[in-house]
């Protein structure tokens, strides 16, 4: 074998045994810190399950014990080491109706068995990317990173096309861990990756111009988050621009896609402008964002505007006389719901509530919230805090304390990037508060 195949050979099964270790730790609901011990450090980990490192033989039998299976098998180096294609079609199509009836969980789980035995490059890159996206949409914003993070170094072969995608969702992810430098770095590097896709002329411009505006978004929305309003603005009329040169191009059939290209740029357009103090010219701009219907631009979107609405206007004490029938009407176009979105619905009615103080109605929609189980850190966190807050105000000794208890269980238990020291303070002060309202009720 010569050394260029031996190489190939190598970085094959240390993205192979990098799968298999990442999908067997999280079947078992192990993070790194938790697989980690004696001899393996959890940077280390994280290095074989990016395929940036090579597992030696004593590795994969001391993580083949610690996680209870043999050490050929979980190498990779025994049965079943590739997928068939009409299996790994008849896999998709399965992922797809799970998708399709609002079942997530599923979904993930038949691409989690599904992508360990995919070896063409693209297919593995799908595998990984739409579980990425599942994991986001259960709020388990760590996993989402770890995914997404694997894939850089085993498909720089890839499209650029899929190569702007992983960026744009890194970038969302990372600003969701408060990692704001990693998610500008990556946002401009969306930006970069998406506007390459114009310079041939086999890609649809259709298709490249969704990517661009979304990158753009995207990276807005982390200048906001960054106190560079400025920079958030120019990013987002970036977006608008491009969406009405699209729109001024199109044909009847791009209808479609114009409205769905209108909603991002003017939602994220509005957020920037209202980060940057200007709220009059938000309200118009979200207004935009708020004309075209379901069936044009799709539910989920539709929704999504809407609870961004909401959001970012209670963020600065507006619209609340209107948030109520927005949220309404979320709700009503989500019966079945049950995602991430319907319980953004209920954690921004708890808020709501506590406006009006209405308490009983807050403490309900927070503790439905968290009982929904796909809430992410951040958002647990604030959630429990509401509850810990509402349960002090009402005199509910009992359930004050089992709030708290698990609001510092989770702080203690939750990853350490996404948690940020601002919130962490947030909940120093409240248990100082808490404590101080019970000694002077005692």
């Avoid at 195949?5 to 192990?30: D, I, N, Y």
């Avoid at 360990?116 to 593995?124: G, M, S, T």
Wanted: hydrophobic share 45%; proline share 2%; aromatic share 4%.
């Amino acid at each position: 074998m010569s050394s260029a195949e031996r190489v190939s050979t190598e970085r094959e099964l240390a993205a192979t045994f990098g799968e298999r270790l990442r999908a067997l730790r999280m079947s078992r609901g192990l993070t790194q810190r938790d697989l980690a011990g004696e001899g393996l450090s959890s940077s280390y980990l994280s290095r074989l399950e990016s395929g940036q490192r090579t597992p030696t033989p004593k590795v994969v039998e001391q993580l083949a014990a610690r996680l209870g299976v043999s050490a050929e098998s979980f190498a990779g180096l025994g049965n079943g080491s590739r997928v068939s294609g009409g299996a790994f079609l008849a896999g998709a199509a399965r992922v797809m109706d799970h998708l399709l009836a609002g079942r997530v969980v599923e979904a993930l789980e038949v691409l989690d068995a599904l992508r360990v035995d995919v070896r063409e490059p693209q297919a593995r890159w799908l595998c990984e990317y739409v579980a990425a996206s599942c994991e986001s949409r259960l709020g388990r914003t760590q996993d989402v990173w770890q995914r997404l993070a694997a894939l850089e170094p085993m498909y720089r072969g890839l499209p650029t096309a899929a190569r702007a995608l992983s960026s744009t969702l890194q970038t969302v992810t990372a600003r969701e861990l408060g990692r704001n430098r990693d998610a500008m770095d990556l946002g401009q590097r969306a930006v970069a990756e998406a506007d390459s896709l114009i310079a041939g002329d086999d890609f649809p411009i259709d298709q490249a111009t969704l990517l661009r505006v979304k990158a753009r978004t995207t990276l807005a929305a982390v200048y906001g988050v960054s106190h560079r309003a400025a920079d958030a603005v120019e990013v987002a009329e970036q977006a608008v621009h491009l969406t009405a040169a699209f729109t001024d191009g199109s044909q009847p059939g791009d209808k479609r896609l114009a409205d769905e290209l209108h909603v991002i740029s003017h939602w994220m357009h509005a957020v920037a402008l209202a980060r940057a103090g200007d709220l009059t010219e938000s309200a118009k701009f979200f207004e935009s964002a708020l004309q075209p219907d379901a069936e044009s631009i799709g539910a989920e979107l539709w929704c999504r505007v809407r609870v961004g609405y909401v959001g970012i206007f209670l963020e600065y004490d507006l619209v609340a006389d209107r948030a109520e029938s927005l949220l309404d009407q979320v709700t009503d176009t989500r019966r079945n719901g049950g995602g991430q979105l319907d319980a953004q619905v209920l954690i921004l009615r708890a808020e709501l509530a506590l406006r009006s103080n209405d308490l009983q109605a807050a403490l309900d929609s927070a503790q439905t919230a968290l009982d929904s189980g796909v809430v992410g850190t951040t958002d647990r966190i604030r959630t429990l805090m509401t509850v810990v807050k509402v349960s002090t105000d009402l005199g509910l000794e009992e359930r004050r304390l089992s709030a708290l208890d698990e609001l510092l269980a989770h702080l203690d238990t939750a990853d350490p990037e996404e948690v940020r020291p601002a919130l962490l303070k947030e909940v120093a002060a409240l248990s100082v508060r808490t404590l101080r309202n019970h000694h002077g009720r005692s």
